[in-house]
């Protein structure tokens, strides 16, 4: 069972940069995709971007790509989201999770259309200005 709680999140203008991580407690952290989310007021939550647990496959949102960069750091059991040239429809609470995918498909590649599970608390990022 894992433990994930998100940092990082909060107001900037358009057209900014903001770094969100998801620290990662519990056993053997490394060894699960973990992917990010976001749900906006109103709105359904959406897939953000995941990484697989080495590290080595991401994938990206259309909405995202080419803005924001995921990346991991299992030394550290933490996952980031880089999150550049932010637009107001960035808005949202931002939680990332741990797939339910066997090891030995989790390390290797992601998919944000997984289940998920193991939720962090989320983090507020506001776009504005």
């Known amino acids: 069972q894992l433990q994930l709680v998100e940092s990082g999140g909060g107001l900037v203008q358009p057209g900014g940069s903001l770094r969100l991580s998801c620290a990662a407690s519990?056993?053997?952290?490394?060894?699960?995709?973990i992917s990010w989310f976001r749900q906006a007021p109103g709105k359904e939550r959406e897939g953000v971007s995941c990484?697989?647990?080495?590290?080595?496959?991401?994938n990206y949102a259309d909405s995202v790509k080419g803005r924001f960069t995921i990346s991991r750091d299992n030394a550290k059991n933490t996952v980031y989201l880089q999150m550049n040239s932010l637009k107001p429809e960035d808005t949202a609470v931002y939680y990332c999770?741990?797939?339910?995918?066997?090891?030995?498909?989790?390390?290797?590649?992601?998919?944000?259309?997984?289940?998920?599970?193991?939720w962090g608390q989320g983090t507020q990022v506001t776009v504005s200005g």
């Open positions: 990484a697989s647990g080495s590290g080595a496959w991401t």
């Open positions: 519990g056993l053997h952290p490394e060894t699960y995709a």
């Open positions: 999770a741990a797939s339910k995918q066997p090891v030995s498909v989790s390390q290797l590649v992601c998919a944000m259309s997984w289940e998920y599970d193991n």
